[in-house]
């Protein structure tokens, strides 16, 4: 990952961005009313002790992805967003995407997130089930500020096909997919998030400036692509974790694994030899190296498919940020 260059991308939206925390803290702060000298909590506080450990897991190091695809597009479009429903709908799918973090590591049996102890991890599934929960309620909560029926129905559908996505998983464990399935997983798990954003941002912007079809299409075949290339950018560097460091494994990747769940590095290896010891890489090197070659190129080649549909607009508008952020993820040489 290049971070000097997402760095330059992200603090030209960083106006944007704090908006957006700015709107996710408003939901957790302690307000009070007086009432005869009292003060009245509002309904949405929790526990103060673990009120704290929630908003750190929000609010500790993230590169918010998907709601800088929101601003970008907002950016792109020269859209002004007088009643603020960008910011909102940031925040919404910002919560959503922290809920659905939440119930992964349930699944996983993860101990850590975002380096700190996850919350089954720390406490036990039920609470994380329930704070998974809470936080997608308070998503909800956004969403119908803004009030829009079609930005729900978005939002609705594409959480449906995460939920898809890891029903299916759970089912086909042990089953080394097709290549072409595990795309399409991974367009169920991550790229619906963010077009379900792209998509009601879209529609929003629409509300008050008509933007053709073809280039709204162009913007959402660049977050699918994009989304898609991230993504595969995540099990690359889990699988390479694994490898890198024998005793000390990655938890997620290992946790897949373990799982027998298997993204596009341990697929290729399983593919060209069915006999290879994917639990123990270190004795894999010769396939560990095609299947790292092999990836690394379909991660580039899907990024790149991504820069081709946004530079369709390039003589419209100014598509330099979404350049950008793909080459963020390319991997280059022996990276």
């Known amino acids: 990952m290049n971070k000097k260059l997402f760095k ?18 408003s939901l957790f702060l302690e307000e009070f009313s007086n009432v005869e000298g009292q003060g009245i909590m509002s309904p949405l506080c929790l526990n103060a002790e673990f009120q704290k450990e929630v908003l750190n897991f929000l609010f500790n190091k993230s590169k918010r992805l998907r709601p800088l695809a929101i601003f ?72 119908s500020e803004i009030g829009s029926a079609q930005v729900f129905s978005y939002f609705s559908e594409n959480t449906l096909n995460i939920c898809k996505g890891e029903i299916n998983q759970f089912f ?11 795309i399409q997983k991974s367009k169920d798990k991550t790229s619906s998030l963010f077009l379900a954003g792209a998509k009601s941002a879209l529609h929003l912007i629409n509300e008050k400036q008509t933007v053709e079809n073809s280039y709204q299409n162009a913007i959402l075949d660049y977050i699918l692509n ?3 290339g991230f993504q595969i950018y995540d099990d690359i560097l889990n699988f390479k974790s694994d490898f890198e460091n024998p005793l000390k494994p990655n938890d997620k990747a290992s946790s897949d694994i373990k799982n027998g769940i298997y993204t596009i590095c341990t697929l290729y290896m399983i593919e060209r030899n069915y006999l290879c010891d994917i639990m123990n890489l270190n004795k894999e090197q010769k396939f560990y190296k095609e299947a790292l070659e092999f990836s690394n190129n379909y991660l ?30 390319k991997i280059e040489g022996n990276e």
């Open 72 to 143: 970008m597009i907002k950016d792109l479009l020269n859209f002004e967003d007088k009643e603020n429903k960008l910011i909102k709908l940031a925040a919404a799918l910002e919560l959503l995407h922290s809920a659905t973090l939440v119930h992964d590591d349930i699944i996983d049996e993860a101990k850590v997130r975002r380096s700190l102890p996850a919350f089954n991890f720390k406490y036990n599934s039920k609470i994380a089930v329930i704070l998974g929960d809470y936080l997608l309620s308070l998503s909800l909560k956004l969403l």
């Open 226 to 228: 994009f989304s898609l």
């Open 172 to 182: 086909d464990r042990g089953k080394p997919p097709k290549m072409e399935e595990y």
């Open 300 to 329: 580039n080649n899907t990024l790149k498919k991504a820069q081709n549909s946004i530079e369709q607009l390039k003589n419209i508008y100014n598509t330099e940020f979404f350049i950008k952020l793909a080459n963020v993820f």
């Open 8 to 25: 330059e991308i992200s603090d030209c939206f960083n106006k944007d961005l704090t908006l957006m925390e700015n709107e996710m803290k």
